[in-house]
Each structure stands twice: as structure tokens, then as C-alpha cells.
């Protein structure tokens, strides 16, 4: 295909779906037309949504990365592959304007036309902030709304680093100039507007040796009631030679280590608001192609298990089926300065497959901070998340679905996880080292300590292969024996509750030792326990991942 330059290009393809034939094509002509000029050079920007136009490809793989990533979303004007001046956009390639027309389509997608019988209950104040984002900012104005500019304006307050002293300077200074404009008053108020949509956290403390959350009944606590370590900050005194407790200009103490904790009800509530969104909760029952080929998780064996196992939750196909997925950061980006801090995310399994890894549909559910892991103690900080995910199990919330307009009773269950090894031993128990390291495997293992290395390795797989495998008879190609057992014995969670049952928890905390286990009884069986996992109920390690409850 030849482009000439009035032609008008087909973008219409850049809000289908990445399964979809006619967004295939369109990547197809896009490729077209960003390399019509590829003899002057050899690589062109990458759009897809990681690269973000900042990464200098080759046309093949810039193909593969739109395909599999995704088309970087307000990218409507080509001006990095040839297309109109650079002179309006940002060196991004994220058009400027865009972002508020953006805004006022994620605003009328989000504010449909509801009935009189939409909630007015807990929902009320996130419908009601959502109306007001109607509002133009002054009158005539079709620009901005108050809503859309208080988001600005907070944006550029945390990007700048702008203190609230001079965040309210410059409130004040607008207000004079544009007297007739709906604009907030102060910093307060600014968050207070934005704060009815429900994305707020709880600060929770925490010993800064991983004991203990000051929460519940230990929420009056000024030191751990395991280790004795102050809760507080303290700063050495001149006064009387010793030290005191670090406060804030307003007289607060401040405390070593805080859990910042994202309620989930209100989250999950969130999805059905919306008649789109809570359609696409139902995909997995009412749109997913039932073939009997792997196209999203409610076709693999665990969610069939599960369906089979509790047969109430699966009769309501709004329930949620989560994954958690955790691993440490490091926030600053210095690796001379060693740090890490944990965030908790949990992934939405009913959505259409090519919406569930999608970064907005993620519901970030706490940030433990550094500055270290908190390794096995880990249990200690997902206390707040376990207890709300049992209440979703057992009792659950009222919720609107604004797509069937009525209320139901919803409900979640967490389906598995994922992390890699290391993440693994501290959310399972199961240490992920020596000779037992493999979860799948158990007190069966595969492992051969190298004779020189002094290292596990695990090289024993056609054990896994069908009984009649030709590979099971060949002794040359592997270590010079027939491989004749059976594939092992995959723990379920009442096998798994048996085994725990025979021993003691472990003391968490830094300044604890964590040895392992203590057996109450002598046991006949191998094991690589390191801790009674927190996620109570039946728990069951299956293809690394915890199935729940």
C-alpha cells in the first residue's frame, strides 16, 4: 500500500481489541506506513505501550511489541513515524490535549445513564463526584471540567514537589485571576474532591523488626509486645542527655514503619458501577469460547476444581476470582543504595484475557515498606488483606451491578499467585532451598547435589513424561540410567493441613530464629516447612500457585 500525504489513515483499529483480525491488519498498514521511508534509516520508534515511543527498534520486533503489548493509547497522531509537526506534543508521544479528552470519555463511560434506583448508599459519594465532573470549570468552558482540573493541578503539585504552602499560593493566585472559575480553595479541599473516589488507603504500624501491625486490639500499643522496640521515632535530647519521640510540625509522632493498607470491598464494589466493566465481569461464563483450548484461566484445571469443589460461588459468574502477585522494589532506583520495598497487587481473573494483565485493572492492595524484605514475616503484613478476603468469602458485600441493574451478594476467593521462587517460599512456608526445594514434588524430590559444586540440581523431569515415553528407556542422552517411577504425588490442602497439624508456628521477626518448624510429635515424613502459612483454610501448593481457601 502507498500512502501520499493528504491520504486520510484508518486508525479505527487502535480500540479493537489484540485478538481482533481487523487490529491485526491495522498493525499491518501502520508497519506500512512508518517504514515507507526505511532506506534512510534502519530502526524506527517503538509505540507500543512499554516503549511509550522512547525505544529505537527494528520494524520486526516494533511489530511484535504492538501485537503482544499492545498500541500506546492518545497515540493518534503518527508524528514519530512521519505523520503532521511534533511542535503540539509531548516528547513522550502522548498527545496533550488528549488527556483531557480521555478524561471526559473514562467520565462518560464511568457516569451512564443510571435510573433513579442506582445506590445511594456507599456509593453515593463516588456517583456524586463523578456528576460533579460534569461541571465545566467557568462557564462556557469545554475544556476542562472542575474535576479534571483539580487532577491537574494535584498531578503537578506531586511531579513539581510543591509543598502545600505554595500549592495553596497558587490556588490562591488562580482564584483572583479567574474569580468565576469552580476551583478549590485550598489543598484540602482539592483532595477532598478527588478522595469520594474511593482510592484512599489506611496507614497501619508496624514494628520495624516485622513482629507485629499495631491494629485491632494492639492498636494503643507504644512498643512491640514481642521484641519491646519502641513503635516511635525517636531523636536524641539535649536536656536530659537521653532521647524522645519524633513528631510532626502538628505534634504527632511519627513511627518507625507504617503498612499502607487499600481496602478491597470498595475496589471490587467499583467494577459493577459501570455497565462495561460489569458486563466484562461476567465474560468468563457468558462470552469465553469453550473449546477446550487455554485462552484464559477459567479454563485451566484450577478454576475447574474450584467450580466443582464450591458449586454456590460458581453459580454467580459477578463472584471474583483474584491472583495475588508480590516482589520487592527498590523505589529510588539506586542499587548502591540497597532497598526494598514490597508492593501487593491483586489481578482480576474474570475479565476478557486481553483486559486482565492490563496495569489499570490491577488493584494494588498494600505497600509494605523498606527498607528490608520482610521475608518469612510476611505473614505479619497480609493480616489486613487475609481477614477481608475471608469476609468476601463467608458473608460477602452488597453490591449494585449497574449492567443488570440490581443489587447482589458479591463475593471472592483467592485463586493462586504469582511470584517467582524466591516470593514463593515466603507466601507458601515451603522453603525454596536444598534438597526438597521443589513444591511440586514434596518429600519425593528430583534433586542431585553436584559432587564438586556442593549445589542442587534438578535434572530428574521424565519422571513427569507418560509411562510408555521412549525418552524413560534412553540412558546415553541423560545420566546413564532408565527412568522407570512414577511422576510424584502433587499435596492437596487436606494432605498439607495433616502435615502442619504436627507442628508449632514460628516467632516472627527480625531479631526471632526462624529455624523452621518445631514438631509437636515426632514426624515419619520429609518436609521443607519453614512456617504455618497465614492463608488459613485449605491450602494447597498446585503448579505454584495457592489455591484459596
Known amino acids: 500500500m502507498d500512502f501520499e500525504e493528504d491520504e486520510t489513515i484508518d486508525k479505527s483499529w487502535l480500540e479493537l481489541p489484540r485478538n481482533h483480525l481487523d487490529y491485526e491488519a491495522g498493525v499491518k498498514n501502520f508497519m506500512k506506513f ?23 527498534l527494528k520494524p520486526s520486533k516494533v511489530e511484535a511489541h504492538i501485537m503482544w503489548k499492545g498500541f500506546l493509547q492518545g497515540y493518534v497522531h503518527w508524528i514519530y513515524h512521519g505523520e503532521g509537526e511534533e511542535e503540539d506534543y509531548m516528547s513522550t508521544g502522548t498527545v496533550i490535549g488528549d488527556e483531557d479528552d480521555r478524561m471526559k470519555e473514562l467520565i462518560n463511560e464511568m457516569v451512564p445513564d443510571y435510573d433513579e434506583d442506582a445506590p445511594k448508599d456507599e ?43 505554595w500549592f495553596n499560593v497558587l490556588l490562591n493566585l488562580l482564584i483572583k485571576a479567574f474569580p468565576d472559575a469552580k476551583l478549590p480553595r485550598n489543598f484540602y479541599e482539592a483532595r477532598k474532591t478527588i478522595s469520594n473516589l474511593g482510592h484512599s488507603y489506611t ?49 504527632k509522632k511519627i513511627p518507625e514503619k507504617q503498612l499502607r493498607y487499600f481496602n478491597l470491598k470498595p475496589r471490587l464494589q467499583k467494577l459493577f458501577m459501570s455497565p462495561q466493566p460489569a458486563t466484562d465481569m461476567r465474560y468468563h461464563a457468558e462470552e469465553r469460547i469453550n473449546d477446550g483450548l487455554l485462552r484464559h484461566p477459567a479454563d485451566a484445571k484450577t478454576w475447574k476444581t474450584f467450580d466443582k469443589r464450591h458449586t454456590t460461588f460458581a453459580a454467580d459468574p459477578r463472584n471474583v476470582r483474584l491472583a495475588l502477585a508480590s516482589d520487592g522494589m527498590n523505589p529510588y532506583g ?68 449497574a449492567s443488570k441493574k440490581e443489587y447482589f451478594q458479591l463475593r471472592a476467593a ?76 502433587l499435596m492437596n490442602g487436606d494432605e498439607i493441613n495433616h502435615q502442619l497439624a504436627h507442628f508449632e508456628q514460628v516467632e516472627f521477626g527480625k531479631n526471632a530464629k526462624q529455624n523452621g518448624l518445631t514438631p509437636t510429635v515426632p514426624v515419619d515424613f520429609d518436609h521443607n516447612w519453614k512456617k504455618k502459612v497465614y492463608f488459613s483454610g485449605r491450602v494447597a501448593i498446585c503448579e505454584h500457585n495457592f489455591v484459596f481457601p
Open 334 to 401: 539506586n542499587m548502591m543504595n540497597p532497598h526494598s520495598t514490597w508492593p501487593v497487587v491483586l489481578i482480576i481473573y474474570n475479565l476478557p484475557p486481553w483486559e486482565v494483565m492490563q496495569e489499570q485493572n490491577f488493584i494494588l492492595s498494600m505497600i509494605i515498606s523498606g527498607p528490608k524484605s520482610p521475608g518469612n514475616d510476611i505473614d505479619v503484613y497480609l493480616q489486613p488483606l487475609i481477614e477481608e478476603l475471608k469476609e468476601l468469602w463467608y458473608v460477602g458485600v452488597t453490591t449494585y451491578d
Open 123 to 165: 456509593a453515593s459519594n463516588f456517583y456524586q463526584v463523578l456528576e460533579d465532573a460534569k461541571v465545566p470549570l467557568y462557564p462556557g468552558c469545554e475544556k476542562y471540567s472542575r474535576l479534571s482540573f483539580t487532577i491537574h493541578l494535584l498531578h503537578i503539585k506531586c511531579q513539581g514537589g510543591l509543598s502545600i504552602k
Open 203 to 251: 496507614k497501619i504500624d508496624a514494628c520495624p523488626n516485622d513482629c507485629m501491625l499495631y491494629w485491632k486490639d494492639d492498636a494503643d500499643r507504644n512498643d512491640c509486645r514481642v521484641c519491646g522496640v519502641s513503635r516511635w521515632k525517636t531523636v536524641s535530647s539535649n536536656t536530659n542527655n537521653g532521647s524522645e519521640n519524633r513528631r510532626t510540625p502538628k505534634g
Open 34 to 56: 512508518a517504514c515507507r521511508d526505511l532506506e534512510l534509516v534502519e530502526e524506527i520508534w517503538c509505540p507500543c505501550r512499554k516503549c511509550n515511543n522512547k525505544n529505537l
Open 414 to 489: 483467592l485463586l493462586g499467585t504469582i511470584n517467582d521462587f524466591p516470593a514463593l517460599a515466603m507466601l507458601s512456608g515451603w522453603s525454596t532451598k536444598g534438597s526438597l526445594a521443589c513444591p511440586c514434588c514434596g518429600s519425593d524430590p528430583c534433586s542431585t547435589r553436584l559432587r564438586y559444586g556442593g549445589k542442587f540440581c534438578y535434572m530428574q523431569h521424565r519422571r513427569f513424561l507418560p509411562a510408555d515415553h521412549k525418552w524413560r528407556q534412553q540412558t546415553t542422552p541423560f545420566n546413564g540410567e532408565k527412568e522407570l517411577r512414577e511422576k510424584p504425588h
